[in-house]
């Protein structure tokens, strides 16, 4: 049995404001994923979760997921896909009954049962479990539990343990959850909304499936086992995800299932973006003569300057230049400032018998020796330093000493000292 593993769809996913629905991005992808369907005929194409981007999703995301599906359903490949944490379960499986019967089955939340579709191939029926998101209190009020599961592990292992699966039979769980191995997090993309190991479960709780269809990381990897895997991701959703491109190349995933107990069998169909993304670092003159010699047509790019000043108009400046050049700008910013000689600081900190002020100064002359203090500087130091040991004094905190060190600045700035 030929599955295809789709995972994080996303659509109506905005990137720094620039929406890759309205852009074509996700049509272009969609077009691809209908094509590379209609070469493999899967017996069925299982979606992990995060259809959408948002729980209500702009009109264009919904007409490009009515063209996807309807693109499949001409296939005659059924469909089975659970919501994730970005999809309103009860909208994203809105009319789930006649979509059942035209070979497109949607979970959008948990219940006592779980949805199943039973498939036959040349080795017999499998049976697909579809398990939306969920958090252990839905696990609770599903089962009619006193109390209320102590993580989501233990909630996962009561509710599968309430359905009636045949060990003797293919089993194969559709689910969108942060999975852990052995307790290790999966490698994240970048683009995912993650706290912590919020709703985290361990995959030993998954044993017994042969083939566990994962969604929610945006990297494409396993769990402990090669037959708990994420998808990933379709698109690039973050700059950050680019550095691992030739390491985690996009691409629709294809799961072979052969007998009962034999090892699944992966293939990836590789995906083309309409548009790259890349990086840029560096200097802003060194960024222009980068821009003007590499071709970045069709690119989305991430501006990363480390110069120590910024002159005025160097973003529209860029953003000019890279439009000519048939790229966008998504995104320009500024590296955080490093010291240029650490061992200062190791002096600085040697240091003894030395006012507050004294230090600030020192500190102020290692970010920036370019930029001498003048006697103002020192005034509004020393005024500073003063304010902020009467504070500490009174215990009355920091905040009337800075509102008063602002009147202070003010003060001396109409006076032109």
């Not at 979606?47 to 981007?53: K, N």
């Not at 996009?250 to 309409?274: A, N, Q």
Request: charged residues 30%; aromatic residues 6%.
């Amino acid at each position: 049995m030929k599955l295809m593993h789709l995972a994080d769809l996303h659509f109506g996913k905005l990137l720094h404001g620039l929406s890759l629905t309205q852009e074509g991005d996700q049509r272009y992808w969609m077009e691809q994923a209908l094509s590379i369907a209609g070469e493999e005929r899967p017996d069925a194409v299982l979606i992990a979760g995060d259809v959408y981007d948002r729980s209500v999703p702009p009109r264009e995301a919904v007409q490009l997921l009515d063209e996807f599906l309807s693109g499949l359903c001409a296939l005659k490949i059924p469909v089975l896909a659970v919501a994730g944490n970005h999809d309103s379960g009860d909208r994203l499986s809105f009319l789930s009954g006649p979509l059942a019967r035209q070979g497109v089955h949607i979970a959008g939340r948990i219940g006592r049962e779980l949805q199943k579709v039973t498939l036959r191939d040349a080795w017999g029926e499998t049976d697909i479990w579809l398990l939306p998101y969920f958090f252990k209190a839905e696990v609770q009020a599903a089962l009619g539990l006193d109390e209320e599961p102590a993580d989501e592990t233990e909630a996962c292992r009561l509710l599968l343990s309430a359905q009636a699966i045949d060990g003797t039979r293919r089993n194969v769980l559709v689910m969108h959850q942060l999975v852990l191995a052995n307790g290790a997090m999966p490698v994240p993309g970048g683009s995912e909304t993650l706290v912590g190991g919020l709703g985290a479960i361990d995959a030993s709780c998954l044993d017994g499936f042969d083939y566990v269809a994962l969604g929610h990381i945006h990297r494409a990897q396993s769990m402990g086992s090669p037959s708990v895997r994420y998808a990933g991701a379709p698109l690039y959703y973050h700059f950050g995800e680019v550095p691992a491109a030739e390491k985690a190349p996009r691409g629709i995933l294809f799961v072979e299932l052969l007998e009962k107990g034999s090892e699944p069998r992966f293939h990836l169909s590789p995906t083309r973006p309409l548009h790259r993304m890349r990086n840029l670092t560096g200097a802003l003159a060194e960024v222009e003569e980068a821009v003007r010699r590499d071709r970045c047509e069709g690119e989305y790019l991430h501006v990363h300057l480390t110069d120590d000043t910024i002159p005025p108009g160097a973003a529209e400046r860029l953003r000019t230049l890279i439009e000519a050049g048939g790229g966008r700008l998504l995104l320009l910013d500024r590296a955080e400032r490093r010291f240029a000689d650490p061992e200062a600081l190791d002096q600085l900190a040697r240091r003894e018998e030395r006012s507050e002020a004294d230090y600030f100064r020192d500190f102020y002359r290692t970010i920036y020796p370019d930029r001498p203090l003048d006697g103002k500087d020192d005034r509004l130091i020393d005024r500073a330093m003063t304010l902020a040991r009467q504070a500490e004094e009174r215990e009355s905190g920091l905040d009337e000493a800075a509102q008063a060190l602002i009147r202070y600045a003010l003060r001396q700035e109409e006076k032109n000292v």
